[in-house]
């Protein structure tokens, strides 16, 4: 498996409060996205960045952040969580030096309650 | 408007028989197309791909089909095991590292 990491694993909060997940890789890929899986809708994109410092906006971003300051780590933000963004929240790498796959994380089941 | 499309949420097929998976896509600028497998409580772990400049690409008892023309990918699995029931996500991206996916269909083989 390619080295990443999720964090944490399981997370329940109210609504209104904030929540940050964080994905850590060690494979040093340039690449890392933020997904939401629920069911009906697949998998969507958040957010993703091409580079340390450097992101951009996704299918569903609206109600999310991220941040990115060093190549290992992405933070993805619910600045005031509501109870639509209870999901399964993946993280992903890929670099053009690794082929064009993207490698997954094994997920954050967050519940806004 | 869904840009990747897998119009059957299930299919279920006996153990040593062929699986066929199917993606319809819209956007005609995509030429990179993925395949998925998500096993449950684990994320999707990456299967085969295949560029718009070909139309089959073989890994073992994977095969990916792709029709340019009719927008349309299909993933052919010989012969099914009982270990290939999971969920199967197309992707597709237009030359840059953004995937779209389409919404999974649930396969499950029958010992």
């Known amino acids: 498996d390619a080295g990443i990491t999720q964090s944490p694993r399981h997370k329940v909060t109210e609504t209104g409060t904030p929540v940050t997940l964080r994905c850590h890789q060690t494979e040093n890929h340039r690449y890392m996205y933020w997904y939401r899986q629920d069911p009906g809708h697949g998998l969507r994109l958040i957010h993703y960045?091409?580079?340390?410092?450097?992101?951009d906006k996704g299918e569903v971003s609206d109600g999310y952040s991220v941040s990115r300051s060093k190549t290992e780590d992405f933070l993805l933000t619910l600045e005031s969580a509501t109870s639509s963004q209870t999901s399964v929240y993946f993280c992903?790498?890929?670099?053009?030096?690794?082929?064009?796959?993207?490698?997954f994380g094994p997920g954050t089941r967050l519940t806004v309650t | 408007d869904q840009q990747v499309k897998q119009n059957s949420p299930s299919l279920s097929v006996q153990e040593g028989r062929i699986s066929i998976l199917n993606c319809d896509y819209t956007n005609s600028m995509f030429d990179y197309f993925l395949w998925y497998k998500k096993y449950p409580a684990e994320g999707p772990t990456f299967l085969i791909s295949?560029?718009?400049?070909?139309d089959k690409n073989e890994d073992g008892r994977f095969t990916v089909f792709l029709n340019k023309s009719a927008k349309h990918l299909s993933l052919h699995i010989v012969p099914s095991q009982p270990g290939d029931s999971a969920v199967y996500f197309c992707?597709?991206?237009?030359?840059?590292?953004?995937?779209?996916f389409g919404t999974g269909t649930r396969l499950k083989v029958l010992a």
């Open positions: 960045s091409y580079g340390v410092k450097d992101t």
């Open positions: 295949i560029s718009s400049i070909k």
């Open positions: 992903a790498i890929s670099d053009p030096r690794d082929g064009d796959e993207q490698y």
């Open positions: 992707a597709a991206a237009s030359g840059t590292y953004k995937y779209i």
